[in-house]
C-alpha cells in the first residue's frame, strides 16, 4: 500500500512537472487554457469516480462548485491556501447532506434532485443578495502572481498543483479499501451488502470525495476568473462536466483529463474553424455561436454511438493495437 | 421421416466464451425429446439459441425445412416455433387475460378468440383469476399462464425451459401429462429442458445428455442415461 | 381568499403543461429506461414548424397539427438514428447523446430562425374570465386543461383499451418475453417515442404562447418543471406526472405569490426532498400505479 | 501500476503535443493589433442562449458601421476590423472568449462587452493587461470607477440615472397617482429603485414586486401590484420580461400607465415579441432614451444610420438594437480620430477621457478624469398610435443626489455619411 502511494507520488511530481515544463513553450493564453482546464480536471476527476465507479448520477456538481468559489470569494484575500482549503471543507460539508440524501435515491430520481440543487445557487445568491451581490456576483481579489513569472503561467501553475492533488489523492483511494467497496457497490449492491460493506456510508462517502474535488476545481475556478457569479455555476456547466467524462471515457482518471482538455479546446477548435470560413454577413450572423453548439452536439452524438468507453477506451485500444 | 428442427453444429455464447460447443441435434414431429443435463451444462444457451434470443456463432439451425439464420425472435414464433423461458416470465405487470391476448396480436385469423377460450377451458384455474395481475399468481399458476400463452399461438414446436422448477410434484405430473396429451392429439412437438430427469423422462420419447456445452449422450436407452447421469 | 383562488387556478393551469410534459418523459422512461434529456428541444422543433405552417396558412389549428405530426417523426427519427444504436454500452449513454442532441437541435433552429424570440397567437382569448370581481381562468387556461385531459384520455384508453397499448406495455415490462410471444418490440419502441415526442410537442405549443416566445432555449426551464414533476409522480407512472405536474405548477404559484418569485427554486427542491425522503421512488411508485 | 505511469507519460505527452499544436505566436512589437493599415478590437456578445434576442443585433450593426467607414477609406488609413465572439451570456465563456481575444488573437481593445455578470468578471484581467476597455454595454454603475479600473468606460447612462428621470416625469406628468415598482430581483433592479426613490421620496412606492429572469411565470407579482390599486407601475425590465409583464397585466384587466426601463422599453423589440394581437397594449407606454429613434423618420442619423444597414445588413430587421450598435460604432470611431494618428493605447485613453464628443446621443457623455460613466441623461418617450416618439424636454442628472436638470442644447446633427471628421 505505502509503496503503491509512493509511486502515484512520483508519476504525480513527474507529471505535473512536465506540465509545469509545458508552460513555458505556450503563449499566455494557452496557458489560461491549460489553467481552466486543469480547474475543470479537479471536478471531472471527482464526478467520474462518482459516476463511474459508483454509479450514481450527478447533475449537481456545477452548484458544488459554486459552494468552493463562493467560499473563496468571501474570505479574506490574503491566504490563498487557507481559503482554498476552506473552499473544499464547504463543499464537502455541502457534498455530505445532498450524499445523504443521494444515498436513499437511484438513477433519474438522483438526477432530479441533484437538477433541483443546480437550479437553487441563483436563487440563493439573489434571495441573500447582501452576502452573494445576486446575478452581478463578487469579485475575486487573489494574491498577484510572483514578479518572475507571468500572471497566465502562475494561474496554470496553481490549476495544475490542484489538479495534481485531486488525481493523487482519487488513485490513491481507488486502489485503498474504498475503492474496492465503491466498485462492489456498483456492480452489485445486494451482493456487496452480503459482504458486509456498508452500502448507504460508501455511497454518501463517494458522494462526498467528488464534492471535495468539485470544491476544489470551483475555488481555482474562482482564482482564475477573478470573481464568481451564479451564471457560471448554472445547469449547462453541470452537463457540460457531465459530457466531458462520459466523452473522455467514464471511470478513468485519464479520461476525466481528456474531457477536461476537450471543454477547454472544443469550442476553441471548432470556432477557428468557423472563423477561416468566408461566409457572407446573414450567414455568418445565424453561424456564429451556432456553428460550435451544432459540431459540438453532432460530436458527443457520434462519441456515444460510434465509440464507446470515450476517448481514453480509443486511446488504449489504439495503443493495444500498435504493440 | 423428416425432423421437424435440426440443428447442425451449433456453437453459441456470451461475449466470446463459447458455451454451446458444436451441437447436433434432430427432433422428429410429435414426440418429446427431453435435453438433460447439470447446471451450467448448456441447456438453456441451447434453447435461447434456437429461438433466436442469442446469435449463433456457428452452425445452422432448420425448422421444418427452413434455415432459421436471420430470422429474427418475433418472426420464429410465427413459423409455429414457441419458447417458454425458465422461470415462466410471465409479465407481471399485466393480467392473466393480457398475457394470454399477447401472445395472439400478431394472429390475423378468426379462430384467436376460440383458442383463448380453449387455455381457458384447459387451464381452469386461470379462468378464475382472468383479470389478477401476474404478480398475484402462485407458481403453478404462473406455470400455467406461460404454458397456456405459449399454446394458444397454436404452435408446432414447443421450447420448454425447466418448467418444474419449483413447483410441486402433482402439478409438475398433470403439466407432462397435458404435453403428453397434446403429443398425441394435435403433434406438437416438444423440446423439454429438465434437471427433473425422473419426470422428464416418464414422458419424453427420446432423450440427450448436454455436459460442458457438448450433446455428450444421444438416444440412449434409460439404464445408460441414468448411469451416466445421475451414477446409478 | 380570492388571492388563494387566482394562484390555485393559475399554477393549475401551468401545471397542466408540466404534467404533459412529465407525462412524455414516463413514456420514454417506461418503455427504455432513458431519460429523454432531449424532450424539452425536439418539443420546441416542433413548434417551429408550427411557426411555419401557422405563419404560411393563417392558421393556428393547422400549425398545431404540423406541430403534433412533426413532433412524432422527430420522436421516431431520434429512436431509429440514435437511442437504438446508444443504449448498448451502458445508462449514461443514451443521456449523454440525448444531450448532444439538445445542443445540435437547437443550434439548427438558431441557424434556420435566428436567435429571436418570435411571438406565437393563442387561438382563444388570455383574458382572464371575471366572476364578480374575481379573475378567475382565461379561455385559453380552460383550453390548455382541456387539451392537455384530452390527450390523457386518449393515451388511458390507447394503452388500457387497445391492442397497441397492450404491445406498448408488454414491451416496457418485459422486452425479451414480448418479442418471444411476438410483439416487434423494436417497432413498438419507435412508436413509444414519436407519442412522447408528440405529447411533448403539445406541452410546448401550449405554454410557448404564455411565456417569453418562440426561441431554440424556449422549453429549458419547462423541461426542468416537468422532469421535476414526473421524479415528485415517480417516473413509472403515469398518473403520478399528472398528479406531479399539477402539483409542481400550484406550488410554484404558491410560493411566487406569496414568497416572492425568487424563492421558487428552493420550493422546487425542498418538494422534491420532501417527497424523495419519504418515498424514494416518487408518490406512486408502488404496485397500484403500474396500471395505466 | 507501470500503466498507471505510462497513462500519466502519455497523456501529459500528447497533452504537450495538442496544446503546442493549436499554439501559436503572435509576437509583434509596438501597441497591439494596430499596424498602419488596420486596427482589430473585439467584443464579447451573447450571440447564443436565452439573452441573444435583440442583443445579438447589436455587434452586426456595429460591424456593419465599420464596413461603412472601412468603405470610406478607415480611420487615420486604418482599417477596422471588429471580432465579435459569442460568450452565450455566461461568465466562463466570457473569461475564455476575452483572453482569447487579448493573448491570442492581441486586439487593441475591447468594444461594448455586452452584460453586467459577464463583464464584471473580465475587469481585473483587462486592467492587468492595460487594454482600453470602452463602451461597456450595461447600464451598471461598476464601469465608473476611474480609481480601481482606469481604462474601463461605460456607455448606458445607469439605472439610477434613468430611474430618477422617469420619476421626475411621472412627478410632473402622472401626480397624484398610486405609483408601484416592478423590477428584476438584481442591481438593475436595486439601482433603478434608488432613482425613483430619489426624486418622488422613499415612502412614495406604494408595492414593490420583483421577477426573476429564470421564472416565467409573473402573473402572481401582477396579479398583487392590481389588487394593490397601482395606477403607474415603473417596471425595470428586460424587453421579455416588458412584454410578457404587459400581456399578463392586460389578460388579468390591469391597465395601468407602464413607466420602463430604457434597457426593455424599445417598441419594435416589444411590438415584435408581443405579435400583432399584442402589440396595441404598448399604446401609452412611457420610456426613456438618449439616442436617435428608429419612429423618427425625419432626424437625420436615423436617416443615415438605415442607409448604412441596408447597405451592409441588409437582412437586418431596424430597431433600436441596430441604432445602438452603430451609435457605438460612431462613439469609437470619434475616439479613435480623437487619438490621432500615432495610435496607442495610452492615447485612445487619454482621448476618451478628454470626451469632447458629440453625438449620435441628444446628451453629453460624463467622461473626465473623475467619471467614467456614460450617457448622463434621457429624454422621456411615449408610444402613441404605434409610434414611439419623445416627449417634453431632455434630462440629465448624476447617480446620486443631484438634481435633475433640464438639458437645453440643440441635439447634434450627423456628418456627411455619417463619418465623424476628424
Known sequence: MARVGLRHLTV????????????????????YQLATAAAYLCATAGLTLLIGLNGQVSLGHGALMATGAYTVALLPSGMLLLSVAAAVLVATLAGAVVGVAAARLRGPYLAGVTLAVTMVVPAVTTMADAVFHGDQGLSVAAPPAPLWVAPERWQAWQAIAAAAVTLFVLANLLRSRFGREWRAVRDDEVAAQLAGIPVARTQVLAFVVSAACAGLGGAMFAVLAQSVSPSTFSLTLSLYLLLAVVVGGLGSLAGA?????????????????????????????????????????????????????????LLVRAVRRLR | MRPLLEVQGLTAGYGG??????????????????????????????????????????????YDGRNLDGVPVEDRVRLGLAHVPEGRAVVEQLTVDENLRLAVLWRRDRHVRRDLAEVYELFEPLARRRSHLG?????????????????VAGPRLLLLDEPSLGLAPKVIAEILTLLARLRDTTGLTVLLVEQNVRSALSVADRSVVMALGRVTTADVSDATLRHAYLGF | MERFVFLTLDGLARGAVYAAFGLALVLIWRGTRVVNFAQGALAVASAYLAYTVTGATGSYWWGLVAALAGGLALGALVELLVMRWAGRAGPLEPVIAALGLVLLIQALLGMVYGNDFHPVDTPFARTALTVRGFDLVSPYDLFVLGAVLTVMLLLAVLFGRTKTGLRMRAAAFAPEVSRLLGVRVGRVLTLGWALAAAVGALAAMLVIPTELGLHPTAMDLVFVSGFTAAVVGGLDSPVGAVVGGLGVGVVLSYVGGYLGSDATPVAVLLLLLTVLLLRPGGLFSTVQARRV | MRTI??????????SV?????????GGSSGTPGVTASTVVVGTHQPLTGPASPGYSKISVATKAYFDHVNAHGGVHGRKITYRVMDD????????QVVRKLVLSDRVFAVLNGLGTPTHTGVLDFLKTNRVPDLFVASGSRSWNQPAKYPTTFGFNPDYTVEGKILATYIKGNLPNRKVCFFGQADDFGRDALAGVRQVLGAGTIATRQSYVPTNTDVAPQLSTLKAAGCQVVVSATVPGFTALAVATAARLGFRPQWVVSNVGGDK??????????GAPLLDGLVSAGYLPAVDEPANPWTVQFRKIAEEYAPDLEFDGNVIYGMSVGYLFVQALQAAGRDLTRTSIVDAVTANGFTGPGMVPLRFSAGDHSGYGGLRVNRVTGGKQAYVGPVYVTDDRSGPVREYTEAAPTPPANAIPVG
Not at chain 1, 504525480?12 to 496557458?31: C, E, K, M, Q, W
Not at chain 1, 474553424?273 to 460550435?292: E, F, I, K, S, Y
Not at chain 2, 451444462?41 to 445452422?60: D, F, N
Request: net charge neutral; hydrophobic share 55%.
Open chain 4, 5 to 14: 505511469l505510462h497513462r500519466g507519460l502519455t497523456l501529459a505527452a500528447a
Open chain 4, 268 to 277: 419594435t423589440t416589444l411590438a415584435a415579441r408581443l405579435g400583432a394581437a
Open chain 1, 257 to 313: 483529463a481528456w474531457g477536461a482538455l476537450l471543454l477547454v479546446l472544443l469550442p476553441d477548435a471548432i470556432h477557428s474553424v468557423t472563423d477561416g470560413l468566408p461566409l457572407g454577413p446573414d450567414l455568418a450572423q445565424r453561424l456564429t455561436g451556432n456553428l460550435p453548439l451544432a459540431v459540438f452536439g453532432l460530436t458527443l452524438v457520434l462519441v456515444v454511438l460510434a465509440v464507446p468507453g470515450g476517448l481514453q477506451g
Open chain 1, 12 to 31: 504525480t511530481i513527474a507529471g505535473a512537472s512536465a506540465l509545469v515544463g509545458l508552460t513555458y513553450l505556450l503563449d499566455p493564453f494557452r496557458n
Open chain 2, 135 to 151: 404478480h398475484q399468481l402462485s407458481g403453478g399458476e404462473r406455470q400455467m399462464l406461460a404454458l397456456g400463452r405459449a399454446l
Open chain 4, 88 to 95: 452565450g451570456y455566461n461568465p466562463a465563456n466570457t473569461q
Open chain 2, 17 to 62: 466464451v463459447p458455451v454451446l460447443d458444436e451441437v447436433d441435434l434432430a427432433i422428429e414431429p410429435a414426440t418429446i425429446c427431453a435435453v438433460l443435463g447439470a447446471n451450467g451444462a448448456g441447456k438453456t444457451t441451447l434453447v435461447r439459441a434456437l429461438s433466436g434470443l442469442i446469435r449463433p456463432a456457428a452452425g445452422q439451425v432448420v
Open chain 4, 17 to 25: 503535443l495538442v496544446i503546442a499544436a493549436a499554439a501559436c505566436g
